[in-house]
């Protein structure tokens, strides 16, 4: 058997082995690439195989397909141009993080936050699975970039699905096709085989379902050493989506490791003040825990500019001045829906309101819109609910309960980052934007306040390294359950937790400390004993960036405190807010017996990490705890 190594492959005699197999679209001119979709053809035996160049042609194509299939739903034209909605099967609507495997040859080079097996052993279980998986489906060839196409050193991928959603949403979310494909051409670059069916084949006679997939037998596989994807039986958003997870944090955060630069679950965001400054921040919060918003935020106080970069992923690389410069290698949002509305974040709604997205899991309106939770104060009265059930207002599904949403949690809303309002004019730079502040947070509804700076950075690691949050509906599994999540990666994390924190260590100690960005630690999401949240969120949360930005122009000082410091609840701007002088107290301050409470669950956590983990953040852990042991 041959390895899929996609540099050196031998040229020629890649015709015959696809021999019988009708190909639409033109056959790439690069050997290694036609060669591997031909032993992915050999296994799963697809009814066609078709080159996608990502042209507006494909996609009406592939949306008049999906709709003819009644796979997807056209929208009012005159609401949401060119968009469509989609239902998936109820037991495919989030990332699947127990079948999600990190197949390192050696078993400890992946953590205890990963699921490891064996490469050969994982290949053999999803050759049996592959095997014909595909028959009487096309396989669409995908070729990708994961960043700006004249970038130093573009990172592209080629995708392979038998998902014409996947097809489509992969047009939203990267730059892919034809000039992905040309570019990798001409630079004879290597690219990571993504492989994804969803696991259903249609032999002759047997008739589709609107949302194909195999939710018993879901893998969603990593081979680090080898750069390559294998995803199996699911066709949601980060199973399915290969550039977006997979390749963008798993698998670059092993390269990231080898070639010293950072990939993040991070936000890119530019911010100028009153003053005519710019500065650019980072922000890395878990899954449904704020990203997208703080991404388009509109600031609530006067004078204050704020522009998207990214909402997601940040990829960081030093630049020659010794400063950590951001790109986001995507081109699209993949946005929670419920939440999302004109109140909060009217950005996200001018973007979708442009049209040419894609809408899943939410709720369809009678006068076909869509609706979610949230989106408006007005509840529609009559809906059909994200699982094609009648909801009414009054009492919910038919053969529902009462109680049930008419959007899932975890629907989505697939749509193009340039047709933000605020997207920023670096969003294309190949360089990426000077990181200044580096915000890690997470959902606790105590314990952590509303915002608290890092003494210097390897105490900032230390606060990245011991996030917490209370997990959420973007992966399958309890929600509102707190768990550490460091740095907002532990499910995608591609290598040894332990490792990922010593290269975030190694970053302070190789680099010039006066040019890395300041850290930060946040949390919108205090509440009080009623469970109503303490801070109003969204747009006031400009008030913390001013506290960051005067931090760093010396302009506040802070309160020393064994967690970090602290602002002085007077240096919080509340001006114009309806907010108690109480409660921005409350928010704001360190509770000893909160962090007595913490100590122990953070001992728990760097006990559970092992032998791994750097022994600075013991030493940071001791600092604390000596200090919340004397408060
Ligand atoms: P992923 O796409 O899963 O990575 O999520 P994300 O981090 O981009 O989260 P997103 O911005 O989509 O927010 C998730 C949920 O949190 C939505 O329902 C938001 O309305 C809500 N949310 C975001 N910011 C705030 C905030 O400042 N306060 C409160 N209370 N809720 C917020
Ligand atoms: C997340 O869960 O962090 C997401 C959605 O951004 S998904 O693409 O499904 O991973
Ligand atoms: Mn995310």
């Known amino acids: 058997t041959r390895q ?3 540099k050196g492959a031998p040229e020629g005699g890649e015709a015959s082995l696809t021999q019988g197999i009708p190909t639409i679209g033109e056959v790439p001119r690069l050997a290694r690439l ?3 979709v031909a032993r992915v053809a050999e296994l799963t035996r697809p009814a066609a195989i078709r ?10 194509e592939l949306v008049d397909l999906l709709v003819d299939k009644g796979c997807a739903t056209r929208l009012a034209e005159d609401r949401f141009p060119n968009s469509i909605y989609v239902r998936t099967d109820p037991d495919d609507v989030a990332r699947v993080e127990d079948q999600t495997f990190i197949c390192s040859v050696r078993e400890e080079d992946a953590g205890p936050l990963n699921n490891w097996m064996n490469p050969r052993a994982m290949k053999r279980i999803m050759r049996g699975l592959y095997e014909g998986c595909m028959e009487g489906r096309t396989m669409y060839v995908i070729p990708f970039c994961m960043g700006p196409l004249d970038a130093v050193d573009p990172k592209f991928g080629v995708e392979v699905t038998d998902s014409p959603y996947v097809v489509c949403s992969m047009r ?3 730059r892919m096709g034809r000039p992905a494909l040309d570019e990798m051409v001409q630079r004879d670059a290597a690219f990571v085989p993504c492989l994804h069916s969803v696991g259903l084949p249609l032999p002759p006679g047997t008739k589709d379902v609107t949302w194909p997939c195999d939710s018993q037998h879901v893998y969603i596989s990593h081979f680090p050493e080898e750069r390559t994807v294998w995803s199996y039986g699911s066709g949601y958003g980060g199973n399915s989506l290969l550039g977006k997870k997979c390749y963008a944090l798993r698998i670059a955060s092993v390269m990231a490791r080898d070639e010293g630069w950072l990939a993040e679950h991070m936000l890119i965001l530019k911010l100028t003040s009153p003053q005519g400054k710019t500065y650019h921040i980072c922000a890395a919060f878990p899954s449904a825990c704020g990203k997208t918003n703080l991404a388009m935020i509109r600031p609530t106080i006067p004078g204050w500019k704020a522009e998207t970069i ?14 950590l410069y951001a790109v986001n290698p995507e081109t699209g949002f993949f946005g929670v829906a419920p939440g999302t509305g004109d109140a909060t974040n009217p950005n996200a709604m001018a973007t979708i309101r442009e049209g040419n997205s894609i809408f899943t899991n939410v709720a369809l309106t009678d006068d076909g819109g869509v609706w979610w939770e949230g989106m408006t104060e007005q509840v529609p009265e009559h809906l059909m609910d994200w699982r094609g059930r009648s909801w009414t207002r009054e009492y919910g599904p038919e053969g529902g309960r009462h109680t049930d949403k008419a959007a899932h949690p975890n629907s989505r809303f697939t749509t193009p980052t340039k047709q933000c309002p605020t997207l920023a004019e670096e969003f294309d730079s190949p360089r990426g934007v000077p990181i200044d502040i580096m915000i890690f947070g997470g959902r606790r509804e105590n314990t952590i306040p509303l915002v608290n700076e890092a003494h ?17 509906a973007a992966a399958v599994g309890m929600v509102g359950v707190v768990r550490r999540d460091p740095m907002a990666m532990r499910p ?11 290269h975030w260590l190694k970053i302070g100690r190789t680099h010039d400390r006066s040019r890395l960005p300041r850290i930060f630690y946040v949390n919108w999401f205090l509440k009080d004993a009623q469970g109503r949240f303490l801070w109003p969120g969204f747009g006031d949360n400009s008030r913390v960036l001013k506290w960051m930005i005067d931090r760093l122009e010396g302009r506040v000082d802070a309160i020393q405190t064994p967690i970090g410091l602290l602002p002085k609840p007077e240096d919080i701007d509340v001006n114009g807010l309806d907010i108690d002088p109480a409660t921005v107290r409350m928010v704001t301050r360190f509770v000893p017996h909160e962090w007595v409470d913490e100590l122990p669950r953070i001992g728990q956590w760097f006990d559970f990490l092992g032998d791994k983990l750097p022994t600075e953040l013991d030493e940071e852990y001791a600092r604390l705890r000596s200090g919340v042991l004397k408060a």
């Open 4 to 6: 899929e190594t996609t």
């Open 34 to 36: 036609v060669e591997w």
């Open 51 to 60: 080159y996608c160049d990502g042209s507006e042609t494909e996609w009406h």
């Open 172 to 174: 939203i979310m990267t």
């Open 310 to 323: 990214g909402d997601d992923i940040a990829w960081m690389r030093f630049g020659p001045d010794g400063r």
């Open 456 to 472: 210097d950075w390897q105490h900032g690691v230390f606060l990245g390294a011991t996030c917490s949050s209370e997990t959420t």
């Open 492 to 502: 995608f994390i591609g290598y040894h937790v332990g490792d990922y924190l010593e």
